[in-house]
């Protein structure tokens, strides 16, 4: 459970079209859920990676992920997607939460991972905790798919291997750490390749609870050094 947020909470940096509130910091030196607030952050600053060599990739933040998974009507459903460009996209990074209520701004208790995958056909759902997102991600897919098709075959929704967590919050972590593996594999190769593996070896090696206490500090670093007067 993230700590209570004091009135008035204070904004301590703007980047780019995320601004990130001092309850931010305290989530990080936690250990607490994570926000989408600071899933939004790491998915908008430049990952420890070359830059992303074609716009055929997107990580799209968690808000847009959420509004996708829950509008109203097909007509809103289309008025949102439609400039995401989905078709022109290779690789799509989708955060997916357990929230339902729309009305609850940063609800939810559950974050995993759904990633496109354009070569392969395939929407790859990573869940650090034995698929309990599994419903809402395939409400997501369901809302997506159709703007992914390029006159081809439809996209599968499938289970992707996914390190476990070991505890209640490290969830968001997880999705952030999964979300480096499979850019970093994108950017590699410069292309969605369908491979068998894939990124799933990569993340079998590079994913565990170590690597995302870490990440928890590294984030929380980062803010910190951005904060800094220049």
């Known amino acids: 459970m993230a700590p209570p947020n004091n009135k008035g909470d204070e904004k301590i940096l703007s980047y ?19 926000n989408d607030r600071i899933i939004e952050f790491y998915f908008a600053h430049p990952l420890p990676s ?15 992920s959420f509004w996708l998974t829950n509008c109203p009507d097909p007509q809103s459903l289309r008025q949102s997607a439609d400039p995401l460009r989905l078709p022109d996209r290779d690789l799509v990074l989708f955060p997916v939460n357990s929230n339902l209520d729309v009305t609850v701004a940063g609800g939810g208790s559950h974050w995993s991972l759904l990633v496109y995958c354009r070569e392969a056909g395939e929407f790859v759902h990573h869940d650090s905790c034995r698929s309990a ?16 098709d390029d006159g081809g075959e439809p996209p599968r929704l499938v289970e992707g291997l996914t390190p476990q967590q070991t505890n209640g919050h490290d969830c968001g ?4 750490a999964i979300a480096k593996v499979v850019y970093d594999w994108y950017v590699a190769r410069g292309e969605c390749a369908a491979g068998e593996d894939r990124w799933f070896a990569a993340l079998k090696e590079e994913v565990d609870a170590d690597a995302v ?10 803010i910190l050094s951005l904060m800094e007067p220049k």
């Open 133 to 148: 997102n599994r419903c809402h991600a395939e409400r997501l897919f369901h809302a997506v798919s159709g703007f992914v």
């Open 173 to 176: 972590l997880f999705v952030m």
């Open 16 to 34: 780019l079209d995320v601004v990130m509130r001092r309850s931010d910091l305290d989530i990080l030196r936690g250990p607490h859920y994570l």
């Open 50 to 64: 070359p830059p992303l060599p074609s716009p055929r990739a997107l990580l799209l933040p968690p808000s847009i």
């Open 213 to 222: 206490d870490k990440l928890r500090d590294e984030v929380l670093r980062l």
